[in-house]
């Protein structure tokens, strides 16, 4: 009889409790990595051992490849390009210089996550002895890129260097089209805890 009152509170009052509950934190939660989202570069001058760039809008590429020809760093690693697209057809692309692309620039096709640009990335720097580098992505998705990168890459220095797509409105977030992209990367970063936190726990 005490079984069947108590599962009949929690369905009728117990689990809805809840659900309010958690809906409240993922709210505040929310809340509170949006005002994690970067504004601006922080350090826009500093030089690294190399510039990565996580594809992902032309914006990125754009951005990237300006650094690397304004000599913030003499490496460049573009992570999670398409399969389809080789090095020879991006001077069209970004106005990059053939000869520049041939040293010094390489890239990775075997990212198709932020998890997978991270792994490629790290075992790209691990090759080449990268101490530091320079993360060029979109401001709401630095947060989540700079978790799954900092967690593979403890000992490497990870300058952010956001870029901001049209359309983006991180100040409005909440009140414009952006909302959908700030709650979309605050559930991934939310799972990316939990996957590193059950990572911890069973090592």
């Known amino acids: 009889m005490a079984r069947r009152r108590m599962r009949g509170w929690f369905w009728g009052r117990g689990l809805p409790l809840l659900l309010i509950a958690a809906s409240v934190a993922y709210l505040i939660g929310l809340v509170g990595f949006a005002g994690t989202i970067p504004k601006e570069v922080e350090d826009p001058d500093s030089t690294t051992d190399a510039i990565v760039v ?20 003499p490496l460049l690693f573009v992570s999670g390009v398409n399969r389809d697209v080789e090095a020879a057809s991006l001077p069209a692309l970004v106005g990059a210089d053939k000869e520049a692309l041939a040293c010094c620039v390489t890239l990775g096709h075997a990212a198709g996550d932020t998890i997978g640009n991270a792994e490629e990335t790290a075992a790209w720097a691990a090759e080449h002895k990268i101490r530091s580098i320079r993360l060029v992505t979109a401001a709401y998705h630095m947060p989540r890129s700079l978790l799954e990168f900092r967690r593979l890459m403890p000992g490497v220095t990870i300058l952010p260097h956001p870029v901001f797509p049209t359309g983006f409105d991180r100040d409005r977030w909440w009140s414009s089209a952006s909302i959908s992209l700030v709650a979309g990367e ?9 996957r590193h936190a059950i990572a911890d726990l069973v090592q």
């Open 186 to 194: 605050y559930t991934k970063y939310l799972g990316a805890k939990l």
């Open 54 to 73: 996580l594809t992902g809008g032309s914006l990125r590429l754009t951005a990237g490849f300006h650094l690397f020809t304004e000599h913030r760093a």
